[in-house]
């Protein structure tokens, strides 16, 4: 039972142009959201999160988006570079920072300069 | 930041044998640890869940006896994988908090010949 997807496993976008990456879950009790950003043979790199009372969060670059009604989120990342080429995962969890994350199935970027 | 240091980075060892993990925060007390497993290009999916001085959690599917977890301090945690097969090979990726954000290891590399 996959409680977090990302259903495009690819996505390759021009250099300076805007990056989405969506992300659906299933478990209502989510209330807390993150994406990371992993490299093969890499730890996941944190990039940025939202609570479930909030509906937009922004830090430079990276902006993320949470629908709770639709229960989905994005990641924006604008302008995108070239060293943001990685493979993103989204994460969720019931209680921030004492329960376990939940993640999706991740969503390979290509940035193409 | 909050820094967890995973090690070895990557290992290879002989079927049948047993590896151990080891996963420490080096300046903050991980109230909580957390191990997951990457298979390629699959999710990161959670083992199980450790508190310092408590059995572990295991979630459903994962051999406790087969994978050994061991959390005798705040800052210290450690995976032992027991009578290795290949099918074990995978990266294991540890994850700690203190209730106030997840920090991820490197990750660890094992490869069972």
């Known amino acids: 039972d996959q409680q977090v997807k990302q259903n495009s496993p690819s996505l390759s976008v021009q250099e300076g142009r805007i990056s989405i990456l969506n992300c659906d879950y299933t478990n209502s009790m989510f209330d807390y959201f993150l994406w990371y950003k992993k490299y093969p043979a890499e730890g996941p790199t944190f990039l940025i999160s939202i609570s479930s009372i909030k509906d937009k969060n922004e830090d430079g670059r990276f902006t993320v988006f949470l629908n709770k009604s639709a229960k989905h989120l994005s990641l924006h990342i604008v302008p995108s570079q070239p060293g943001d080429s990685a493979v993103y995962f989204c994460?969720?969890?019931?209680?921030?920072?004492?329960?376990?994350?939940?993640f999706g199935t991740g969503t390979r970027l290509t940035i193409i300069p | 930041g909050a820094v967890v240091s995973q090690h070895p980075s990557r290992v290879i060892c002989k079927s049948g044998t047993s590896v151990k993990i080891e996963c420490r925060s080096l300046d903050f007390q991980a109230t909580t640890m957390f191990w997951y497993r990457q298979f390629p290009k699959q999710s990161l999916m959670l083992m199980a869940t450790s508190n310092e001085g408590s059995k572990a959690t295991y979630e459903q599917g994962v051999e406790k006896d087969k994978f050994l977890i061991n959390h005798a301090s705040l800052t210290l945690s450690t995976l032992t994988v027991t009578s290795a097969h290949p099918e074990d090979s995978s990266f294991y990726i540890c994850?700690?908090?203190?209730?106030?954000?997840?920090?991820f290891g490197s990750g660890t590399r094992l490869t069972v010949v």
């Open positions: 994460a969720a969890s019931v209680d921030f920072g004492n329960e376990k994350l939940t």
């Open positions: 994850s700690a908090t203190q209730g106030e954000g997840y920090t």
